[in-house]
């Protein structure tokens, strides 16, 4: 008796139901199909210079300048995709 797709779970209930019907005794082999790798995407590439300065002069209202960096960086990211 072969069965493809069992529910985790149920390999007990299938060797019972197994020896009932066939009146053999039934061997359980639960197999795991091979796992596939994926290809991992390359990491983005930080935004050209020129946007991140052009987004930064809209800024200024920000006074922090590390924060006023990161939201250039950031919205140069964004106008490029």
Known sequence: MTIRGAV???GPRIVVDA???DRIR????LRQAPLS??????PPQPPDAKA????????SSVEDEELRAA???LGASIKRN
């Open 71 to 73: 939201l250039a960086r």
């Open 8 to 10: 985790r779970g149920t």
């Open 37 to 42: 790798r994926r290809d991992r995407p390359s």
């Open 26 to 29: 039934p061997r359980l082999a």
């Open 19 to 21: 020896s009932r019907t």
């Open 52 to 59: 991140v300065e052009n987004v930064a002069k809209t800024l």
